[in-house]
């Protein structure tokens, strides 16, 4: 997240970059593309979490879920 609070993804689905002003602390790690309606993931901002001291991704493909979907329902 920049210092006006705005964060930034690309979506994997229809490739377009979004940017949108976004607090996850509060609001949580998923968003859906305003492009293609997908729900994609803030991957960047949990990489520069401070909660995530070891930035790393947790993504696991095979079923679809990382630390933050867990986190955030």
């Known amino acids: 997240m920049d210092s006006k609070g705005y964060v930034v993804e690309r979506c994997p689905f229809c490739e377009n970059e ?30 520069h979490a401070e909660d995530n001291t070891r930035h790393i991704c947790t993504y696991n493909a095979s079923v ?10």
Do not use: A, H, S
């Open 18 to 47: 979004i940017e949108i002003r976004w607090n996850v602390k509060t609001e949580g790690y998923k968003i859906f593309c305003p492009y293609c309606g997908k729900q994609l993931l803030l991957c960047d901002e949990c990489l």
């Open 64 to 73: 679809g879920v990382c630390m933050r979907c867990v986190l955030d329902k």
